[in-house]
Structures are given as C-alpha cells and as structure tokens.
C-alpha cells in the first residue's frame, strides 16, 4: 500500500535532525580529542620528553656465586655469605659533584660512613675513573637495620640503591691462608695484566672484571684456579625513574655459577699441623707418596684471609709485613732453604748409580778433611772412625759425604736431584712457586761467571753452598724414595665432583737394591741404636717411620768462633740460628704419606722438626690425635700435656673461644 505523501516528509524530516545531532556529537568528540592532543603533543611535549628521558631502562651485570672450594672430605674452605650493601649510579645522583655529594653526606647521616668512606666514593664516581652509568658500591656487610633505613629513605635518595649479594668467606681463616688465599678488587695492575694478555691472545676482558670493587682471587688457589671459580654474569632489566630510584625489574637472567673445587687437602690434618707448628717460622708438607695428593701444606705463622676480603686496615696491614716471621709469605712453595742433611741422600744414590760405591764402601772419618789448604769439619769433632753407607746416613757423618761427593762429582748429584724432584718448579695452583736451585758446573759459570771448584762440591754433598730446596720439593724428594716412582705433588682432587686424572708416573730408573739401601739408611736413623733421629721415632712397629733430619748453617763462622763454642744456636739472636729441617715417610715397610718439616732457626733438625714430622705423620696415619701408645713410652708425659695444650677445631670447624684471634 502506498504512503501518503505527509506521512514521507514527516519521516524525512525526522531523519534529517537524529543525523545532525550525531554528526554535531562527533565533531565535538573529535574536536576534544584534537585539543587534548594539541595540549599533550605541543604544550606539555618538553615535560614528558624529560620524563621519558628521566625514566630509563638500564641493563646490569649480575655477578654470579662464586664456587666453593672444600677439603677432600667436603668440608667447606672458601663459601659465600650474604652481604647487604648500598651502590650509587654517578648518572642519577646529581649532574655535579656538589649533587653528588650532598646525596653521599646524606647517606652518611644513615648509615655509618668515615670520611675516607666518602672520599673513596667521591674517586670511584668521578666520570673519568667510571662510567656515569655504572652503579658504584659504597657500603657493604650492613647490618639488616641499617640496610632496612637505605631502603626507607631511598626516595630521597637518588641513585641510591640498597642490594642484596654475596661476599667470600673463609670459615678456616689461618688453616688454609696461604693455600686457598684470598679474592679482592680487581685493581688497576690487575686491568693491565689483563690488557696485556687481550693483546697478546684477542680474548675479550670479561665485562665483569670492569665493574669496581668486582673481587677476584689475589693469590693461592684464589687466584690461579680463578677462571674455574668465577663463574659467567647475568643481566637484569630495570626501569629507573627520574630521580634514580629503581622503579622495577622489567626482565632477568641468572648467570652460571663458578665451579666448586675439591682440594686434595684433608682440613683437620691441616688444622693439627698448623697448632702443631705454633708461633714458629716453620713450613710443614705431609704427601701421598703413592698418588702425589697434598694432604697437609701450612706455613707458619699464618693470617685471617677474611681482613683482605672485608678490606685490612693500616694497622693490621703493618703488623703483618712488619713482623719477623713473615706470616704473608707461603714458606711451603716460595721458602728456599740449604736442605742440609736431608740433602745425603741425593748425594749417596748418585754415588751408588755411578758406581763408585756401593753400600758396602768404607770411608775413614778423623772429624775433618782437608782440600786445598781448607779444612772441612764433620759434626762430630772427634770422627766417626770408618763408616759405611749405612752408617754415614743413620750417624749423618759428613765425611763420609765429602769424600763419596768427590767421587761422583756435582753434575752427577745434580742429575740425582733433578730425578728426586730438587731445583725444579712444580706445577701447583699456589703464588710465587720457587725452584730452588740443584747447582752443576753449566750454572754456576752462567750465573756467577765463574768455574766449579771443588769445595763447591764438598759443600753440596751435605746440603750447603749453592744448593736451596723448598719444603715441597723435600717432600717430593721423600715421597720418590719411598716410592721409587716420579710421583708429583697435586693439590686439585676434582672440578664440580668431577676428578682430575692422576698422571701415570715412570719409576725413577734406579736399581731397587740401590734404593733399598738409603731407605735402610733412613730407617736407621730413626730406629737404630746410634740413629740421629732415635729421639722422634714412632714405637709403634706398624707405624714406623724412615727419616733424615738436617741442621742448616744460615752464616758462616771463624774458626776462634768455632772453638769458643759461640757457634751454639742457644747463644745466637734468633735469626742468625741454624734452620732445622726432616724428611722422611711412614709406614717403613709399605710407605704411605711422605713428610717434609722445616723451622726457621729452629736449631737442631732431630731435636726441634723431627718431632714434629713424626706428629704430622701419625696424625695422617691415625685419622684422630696420634695415640700415646705410638709414642716411646719415656715421652708419653710429654706427648700428653703439649697435647692437651693444642688448640683444634671442634667437629664444626670452629675454634676454642679462648684460641681466636
């Protein structure tokens, strides 16, 4: 049906106004949202340009977990503790130093901060000793109360941040000091070596070492297993706002924690051998002579590693390089001594391999010989009468060695010490390894420009002259001839309780009755009835020991000194004394664990390192404190109380209280 023609004008009509109103509803809409453009776009653009330049993103490293470093039973030598501490970005504290300052004089007025504090931080921030952009420690090991007032007040703050990480420990401090060492900043040297070596192999520094007060191993097992423990950074994304403050953590990836290390060493042998040695300026070494672990290596006196990690004062800094004994110096590896007596054996298996005697040679000892218009005393003034080898090792009659040395001749010696482990530096994970020196014609004419004289041979054939030796090099020389093998010292057992490989050794080349004969030697001096050594064997028969021990001039002296008796350790000062040494190994019939000991102007060596080696050895042997009943049974009094007075860890690692430092 059609509509009427009113009816479609009415309709028109009415369209015409719904669509004018939605039109003019939208152009009002549109013209509000180009306003509001307008006044975001143009009129505030310079306030949020500042805002999106102020709220950054910012990309930084998160150091990973150090490994741990444990004895070979697990016990923990090196750890990570948690450390509270507060970093400040050079960027968002203040455009000036003056900014910047006052943001430090503010913090210092929360936690406690000297002036050196402030000036070191001051340094650290200046823009051309680091980047704007990199966050600046300032305080560290804060105390959850002060850490808790930094994160209160950060909004006032800025580019104040309070952190959470972690800090190496060393629960054993003393025991291991000198083995495992000690991790601090990386310095300006440390940045060179590093260049250097970037130079040489086109390796690219790792970024973490560039971050201040980054801490890596300084000396020891610290420091040369440092690529193994240090571990590969992470990253976190953070929105910063335009007064510093970390706003949120946009992303994060964790980094690859360093490697745990295993040591060779047993902790409470170590532990017994480090109360063992006392005050004195000693060294002691107890080896497996079968697989060359090192089970105990203390250098004594010691110091707390945890003073550099925390940052050592002055103070304590100068007592320690100040102090006679030298407590900073690892006298295991870095200590050269004339070995003295202990040297004999050297001379006698190069005589015995040459030929020119054997073990059944006599040699004639009036108390001296003369050579060259010098007369060369043996210890015992009135002589020994004749002596065979047995004998010149068990009574050490020092003619005996003179007159054989000239037989065999130096260069032959120095063979035999080579093959015995002397004037070689061996490979270990520890600081400034010497090498010692096994002297021969070739070096002394290279070195001192001269030629070999006979009395330099005399002197070598009794561990004087030329000849130096580390403690670890004697216990090496003392773990070959109980083994008869080329057995070298490790201190690494395993990586992450993966195992390090031993080496296959090669014996030593000698004939097995020559060899017999100075391990018969040795055992004479220790359990024969006129053996220097008598005074520290072990009574037990299954535990008997073989040794030699060794007095070692550190000066010479006038023959009127020698026959006024002022040659006498007990009336010398203390540092021109004879050093003390001894070697040996235990069991006598199946050798298990070598042992070297050497005191600094300790006098005689039987009478001041035996004793001790003999401890150290049972103690290795035993697993606990060596029993009376290995003792003679006349110095069982003895043994007990200078027992008793030991101060040993407890079974938690920790220290008497009346024992700490």
Known sequence: MRRAPRDTEATSRSVTRR???????????????????????????????????????????????????????????????????VVITRENAGKTDAEVEDVLNRLSNIIPMTAEDLADAMKELNPR??????????????????FSKVAINAPALPGVTPESGLSRVYPRDFDFAHV???????????LEGLREAQVETGAPIDPLLMIPKFQIGKIGVEKWMEDTLRGTAGTKRIEVNHVGRVMREL????????????????????????????????????????????????????????????????????????????????????????????????????????GVIDENTVVRCPGYIEMGGIRFNCWKRGGHGPVNLKRGLSESCDVFFYDISQR?????????????????????????????????????????????????????????????ATPLQLAVMAARI?????????????????????AEVDGINLD??????????????????????????????????????????????????????????????WRLRDHALFVGFAPADAPRYAVSVVVEHGGGGSAVAGPIARDALLRALTGGMPPLSAYPESQRGTIETQQNAMQLRKPDGSLPAESKV
């Not at 057995?487 to 195992?499: G, L, T, W």
């Not at 391990?519 to 006129?530: A, K, L």
Request: aromatic share 4%.
């Open 129 to 146: 000793v680091n980047s704007a952009f990199v966050p600046i420690t300032v305080a560290e090991r804060l105390n959850w109360g002060d």
């Open 482 to 502: 109980a083994s008869g093998r080329q057995v070298a010292p490790r201190i690494v057992h395993s990586v992450n309780d993966i195992a390090v490989p031993i």
């Open 251 to 354: 992303a994060r990836e964790e980094g690859v924690k360093g490697k745990d290390l295993r040591l060779t060493i047993d902790a409470d042998v170590q532990n017994f051998v480090q109360a063992r040695l006392g005050e004195e300026s000693a060294a002691c070494v107890v080896m497996d002579v079968n697989n060359g672990d090192i089970i105990a290596a203390v250098s004594s006196p010691s110091f707390d590693p945890n003073l550099f990690v925390r940052g050592i004062s002055s103070t304590d800094y100068r007592a320690l390089t100040e102090h006679d004994h030298r407590p900073l110096a690892n006298k295991v590896v870095q200590g050269a001594y004339p070995p003295g007596s202990t040297f004999k054996m050297v001379t006698a298996l190069a005589a015995l391999e040459a």
């Open 512 to 573: 097995g009755s020559k060899l017999r004969a100075v391990q018969m030697g040795m055992y004479e001096v220790m359990n024969g009835p006129h053996g220097t050594g008598r005074g520290s064997r072990i009574a037990d028969p299954t535990m008997q020991m073989c040794g030699k021990s060794g007095t070692a001039q550190v000066r010479n002296f006038s023959e009127s000194e020698k026959l006024s008796g002022a040659r006498k350790n007990e009336s010398l000062p």
């Open 408 to 468: 065999v001749g130096i260069d032959k010696m120095a063979e035999m010490g080579n093959k015995l482990g002397l004037g070689l530096r061996h490979d270990l994970p520890m600081s400034a390894i010497s090498a010692g020196i096994m002297p021969n014609k070739a070096w002394k004419q290279e070195t001192k420009g001269q030629d070999w004289v006979i009395g330099d041979t005399i002197n070598a054939s009794i561990g004087q002259g030329f000849v130096l």
């Open 180 to 190: 495992v060492g000690y991790v601090g900043p990386v310095s300006e040297k440390d």
């Open 19 to 85: 669509a004018l109103l939605m039109g003019g509803g939208m152009a009002a809409m549109v013209a509000a949202l180009g306003a509001r453009m307008r006044f975001l776009g143009v009129e505030q653009a310079d306030q949020f340009r500042l805002l999106a330049e102020e709220n950054r993103v910012s990309i930084r490293l998160i150091p990973p977990a150090r490994g741990l470093i444990q004895d070979r039973n697990g016990k923990l030598i090196a750890g990570n503790e948690q450390n509270y501490r």
